[in-house]
């Protein structure tokens, strides 16, 4: 398995949420959504996120972040 590294996007299969990894700790990570809701996850529950995933989440977090820049 491939080691999971803070900032590396991932699939928790137990939630069936795309989460960011914020820390490692032996086999427990940290992990947050961009809308900032957090928990914890088992390394056995977690795998990295495809490309397509991982680019959901990237755009999701982009349109947040555009929200209210645009139309005025």
């Known amino acids: 398995m491939t ?12 939630k069936g949420a795309l989460a960011e990894v914020r820390s490692v700790h032996g086999d ?3 992990l947050a959504r961009p809308s900032g809701v957090s928990w914890q996850a ?3 529950d977690v ?3 495809t490309d397509a995933e991982a680019l959901s989440i990237k755009v999701a977090v982009a ?10």
């Open 47 to 49: 795998r990295l996120a």
């Open 3 to 14: 080691e999971i590294e803070p900032g590396a996007i991932v699939m928790d299969i137990v």
């Open 28 to 30: 427990c990570l940290h």
């Open 42 to 44: 088992e390394a056995r």
């Open 63 to 72: 349109n947040h972040n555009s929200r209210g820049k645009w139309g005025r």
